[in-house]
């Protein structure tokens, strides 16, 4: 391949057991790009895998989401590239890292664009869903690295606008969930085009449903770090299941929701999320939703809104339960339990991101109730299960704080009511964003706040009596 030096070893060059990304053998325009990112020290999976990426070994990264491993094959492959300055030629990238969602890959690029700018390397996005021409000719004007999903890769090699014969580094990022996407065929295809002699990095929580055929076949001799099992961030969230009776599961979401932080509610279907996404809305709880039926713009604007804060709750499908990287998410809710385990823990993963804790709710009925157990029994947790309806107060110990609820002015007239534990205010009176931190939120005391807004069918607030009613 054509890297083949080694650019530091990390045993040749740090006396610490926690060396710094410099001691770890990054190039300083690296270490201060990722200074200003406010990266500063290197998680362990990065202390794991750094030294072997970046001496050109093939690694297998079993991190787990949300430890850091986006860094941990963009960095060796950024340094690597600008180790060798190669002119960029058309059509013909030197770096590859396939992702299996849209905004997986969005993300991805997120992360690496601010740290590839100084060192003068250029990227593009390659994704389905939007439209194929801006992407043909960032092609054609040749980039360093593309960050791309197989289908629509494979639609620009067809084509002849992608050509991966001068691919130096391939990145194979959550290759557990391309497999259970079905994209292992295209993958394998597009990686048959790369050379052989290239350095490749594939990250995968689990090594079943063929991601071990696909190691087998394009890594050589790889150094496998795991340095997290797909368990381990479970285990550091509370769980709780809420059993519910059918009428309640939407008051008991409308309970949760409004409280303080971001909310991820996960349902099992695309008609589901967008059903409660509205139910949600109409209850005083704005909500996006995010799933495959939507456009790509769509998709985007929602995960921007969300990730922005300008709303707080997400309500989607599988789809966006790996992979995507929105900090602080306080709560992460299974509308309805996953099928199966290993869906619990992805989706999970999306709270307790990179050290932080999370509380995972899972809603049951009483129809669920063996289905429920089974997937405690094998995602290997154990969950305060508790009846409930809203109004309990449990329910302000899982997501404390003030609930707010947004209010339609233009059907509530002026005179939109803000209730608080601490007694009844006009709107606008001393009421902040909507956006406040999980931490913040748990130090308030529970009520209940109403604002007004532009959006969403309008209730008054006597026909809340259970949002009212509650406080701890
Ligand atoms: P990932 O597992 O790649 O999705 O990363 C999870 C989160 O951790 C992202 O928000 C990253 O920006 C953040 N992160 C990754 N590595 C570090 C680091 N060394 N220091 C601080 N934050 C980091």
Redesign the pocket.
Known sequence: MAASRPLMHAAQRTSTTHPS?AELGLPPVLVQA?AK???????P??RATLPDALAGRDVLGR??????????FVLPMLARLAQHPAKRRPNRPRALILAPTRELAT?IEA?ITPLAKPLGLRTLTVFGGVGAHPQISGLRAGVDIVVACPGRLADHVQTGHANLDSIEITVLDEADHMADLGFLPVVRRLLDKTPGNGQRLLFSATLDAGVDVLVKRFLTNPVTHSVDSVKSPVTAMSHHVLHVAGDSRVPVLVDLASAPGRTLVFTRTKHGAKILARKLTSAGVPAVELHGNLSQNARTRNLTAFSDGSTNTLVATDIAAR?I?V?DIALVIHADPPVEHKAYLHRSGRTA??GAEGTVVTLMTDAQVTDVRDLARRAGIKPTVTRLSSGHPLLAEIAPGDRELVYPTSAVNSASVVRSRTGVRRQGQGQGSRRRKPSEGARRPGGVTATGASSAAAFSSSSRPNQRRRSR
């Open positions: 990304f990722l990112a406010g990266v500063e020290k290197p998680f999976i990065q991190g787990r989401t949300g430890s850091g491993k986006t860094y941990a993300q992360a992979g990287h900090d991101r990179a």
